[in-house]
């Protein structure tokens, strides 16, 4: 740790770097915990910039805790449609329901009540308690992991459970009890813009001389690289009914899909919302497609004469998983009664203005549509 009169020098740099040269981000025009909380979800795997217009519509629509509580979850999705990791805003909303119920839609103050909401882990407490209310709570993620691990020379895997653990201890030593809120605004900050996983710009970074990576040269080094988890490709087969008019058949989210066949993992790729048939090919996309959409169609007319039109494949990532998926156009006179399916317009698909789809079911409504 920093003798104290280092620590107070390093804590004075480090805020008024901040207070001038801070990005100006919707969510830091506010101390409102609502509004804190909702970015700092969203900022969860996402870049600032995909955030930024995600928050503005979010919050256009459901403007407090109470408006997202009251709100059927499919428009909750629809509006995270694009975003990704969509347990975020199924979590968010349950927290919202949870704050009504107990609290009286106000955000708790203290660190329990707020690790006891559904998606709310150490991190986001912190960031939510000590930005909107104040409290002395440091954050710890990975950019502010790699700042403290680069200021005391921190060699090894960070994410080591020890080392991690010492690392919140010296953020917890760090933090300016004045204005922890700003505070770990500006360690975040200064992770994100100067001290970057490459190349770090230490001739900028307004703490470089407490800096021990930098004396000792390893800037570039720590923290070590972690060892990837091994890409898993998986190819998915996605069947588009398609009728006359243009409208298409759709599954409802897989965890409400009784009776149904669901295929595998698929209920996770699809991200649990509104999805074309889609299954993990293991061999022959064609003929498992095909005797899929056979047990979704058991009973429709059009059932014995699938006539499975390919089309261009589309490239999709999630976390490890690189997917490839192939979709399939089927025509029909007449699209099948499914139950709990339902038939929208397959431009509704491409750009949904009420549909909650997961990117991957929309770049394969898009395929479908340009075949078209
Ligand atoms: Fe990061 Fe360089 Fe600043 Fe050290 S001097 S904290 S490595 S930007």
């Not at 691990?149 to 459970?161: C, M, T």
């Not at 509104?274 to 299954?279: E, S």
């Amino acid at each position: 740790m920093l003798p104290s009169r280092e620590l107070s020098a390093f804590r004075k740099r480090l805020l008024g770097w901040f207070r001038q040269y801070q990005r100006d981000l919707p969510w830091r025009r506010t101390r409102d915990p609502y509004r804190i909380w909702l970015s700092e979800i969203m900022l969860q795997q996402t870049r600032v910039t995909a955030v930024i217009p995600y928050f503005e519509r979010f919050l256009e629509r459901f403007p407090d805790i109470h408006s997202l509580a009251q709100a059927p979850q499919e428009e909750v999705l629809r509006l995270w449609s694009g975003l990704g990791y969509y347990s975020r805003a199924r979590n968010l909303q349950r927290a919202a329901q949870e704050l009504v119920l107990r609290y009286g839609g106000v955000f708790p103050r203290d660190v329990e009540s707020a690790l006891a909401l559904p998606g709310i882990g150490r991190y986001t407490a912190a960031a939510i308690l000590s930005i909107a209310y104040g409290g002395k709570h440091a954050v710890l993620d990975g950019n502010v992991a790699r700042v403290l691990a680069r200021i005391f020379a921190v060699r090894g895997d960070l994410r080591d459970s020890k080392r991690w653990a010492s690392l919140q201890k010296s953020a917890d030593a760090l933090l300016a009890p004045s204005a922890p809120g700003d505070w770990n605004q500006a360690m975040m900050e200064l992770g994100a813009t100067v001290c970057a996983p490459r190349a770090p710009q230490c001739l900028l970074c307004p703490v470089s001389r407490f800096c021990q990576a930098r004396k000792l040269g390893i800037a570039d080094v720590v923290p070590e690289r972690r060892k990837k988890r091994a890409t898993e490709s998986v190819t998915l087969a996605v069947g588009i009914l398609l009728d006359s008019s243009g409208r298409t058949l759709l599954l409802r989210p897989p965890e409400r899909s009784k009776g149904l066949p669901v295929n595998g993992e698929v209920p996770v790729l699809v991200s649990k919302m509104w999805h074309f048939p889609t299954i993990v090919v293991q061999a022959d996309a064609v003929k498992e497609l095909r005797i899929h959409l056979s047990e979704i169609l058991a009973g429709a007319k059009e059932r014995g004469t699938l006539i499975l039109d390919d089309l261009p494949t589309a490239r999709h990532a999630v976390t490890y998983r690189s997917i490839t998926v192939h979709p399939f156009r089927v025509c029909c006179s007449e699209l099948p009664r499914v139950a709990g399916a339902k038939t929208v317009p397959l431009s509704e698909v491409i750009s949904p203005s009420t549909l909650a789809v997961s990117n991957l079911t929309r770049k394969a409504a898009r395929a479908a549509g340009a075949g078209r």
